[in-house]
């Protein structure tokens, strides 16, 4: 790690085993709130993480998923007992890392719709045509080119963004992450998310670094597919057995890649029942 920092954590629910979220880019733990909560009235310690430059964590000088899943294994050690983690997207890749480096600090783990793989820097992963090339470039100069000086309203931001975002979700997700300090006089907007140093390693997220040598997580493994999406393809299979080689996949329907956000109930019921196997 290039430093010792700690990550801003938030934890919901007062006793029971403990599950960890780990967000996708650009994201922050707050998104997993909802699902926090329900979780916690079923009797579980539910602890949100922001990962380095995002939400509240401190930014570092670098983008880089060891690195990120060493910082999450030092929050992982305080709470003093194996954890079930679930990541998303980029979160799910520092998931994997952290598993392949720090088994012991897990009981589980659950992979939401990202494959232990590089992803193409342009174009899709298919043969598809229509597959949408990966946004996020585009999401970050759309956010980068934002006047925030000129912003007024949370509306104007919205308006701002959505010739290079389309999806209302999308949107409404990235727009969590731009906080106004403030009232009156020298209030302004800003952006929770270190848009410069995540747009110059933006090729690095895309990777999956090599984890070391023969290792594999032998622990359970839940992976949650959207089944609209192509970011865990059948290609993607030998390799996700040889790490994980106990990986039970699952595709939810009428899903793409935010999977949590968009068949939200359907997500959640399938976290409970693989909690439910991995702490009876």
């Not at 174009?123 to 597959?131: A, K, V």
């Not at 848009?195 to 933006?202: G, K, P």
């Not at 329907?253 to 968009?262: D, F, I, R, T």
């Amino acid at each position: 790690m290039t430093e010792d920092i700690r990550l801003s954590a938030r934890t919901v629910g007062d006793s029971g085993p403990r599950v960890v979220f780990v967000h996708g880019l650009f994201g922050q733990g707050r998104n997993w709130t909802t699902i926090a909560k329900a979780l916690a009235a079923d009797g579980h310690r539910v602890t949100l993480l922001d990962l380095p430059n995002h939400g509240h964590s401190p930014w570092t000088d670098r983008v880089d998923y060891v690195d990120m899943a060493e910082y999450v294994a030092a929050e992982l050690a305080q709470l003093g007992e194996p954890v079930t983690l679930v990541g998303h997207s980029m979160g799910g890749k520092v998931a994997m890392q952290l598993a392949l480096r720090r088994p012991e600090l897990l009981r589980a783990l659950v992979v939401v719709d990202i494959a232990p793989t590089d992803y193409p820097e342009s174009g899709g992963r298919t043969e598809d045509p229509d597959e949408e090339a990966s946004p996020f470039a585009a999401f970050i100069t759309a956010m980068q080119g934002m006047d925030l000086e000129e912003l007024e309203t949370r509306e104007d931001a919205d308006q701002a963004l959505r010739a290079a975002v389309p999806s209302t979700m999308v949107r409404s997700f990235l727009l969590q992450s731009l906080v106004r300090d403030g009232v009156g006089e020298g209030d302004g907007w800003r952006w929770r998310l270190n848009l410069e140093t995540l747009a110059r390693d933006l090729g690095e997220l895309r990777r999956f670094p090599d984890p070391p040598p023969g290792a594999s997580y032998e622990g359970p493994v839940l992976w949650i597919a959207g089944a609209n999406s192509t970011y865990v393809l059948e290609e993607d299979r030998p390799r996700m057995d040889e790490l994980f080689p106990t990986t039970r996949l699952v595709r939810v329907k009428n899903a793409g890649h935010w999977v949590h956000s968009e068949q939200p109930e359907v997500f959640l019921e399938t976290v409970r029942r693989f909690l439910a196997q991995v702490e009876g």
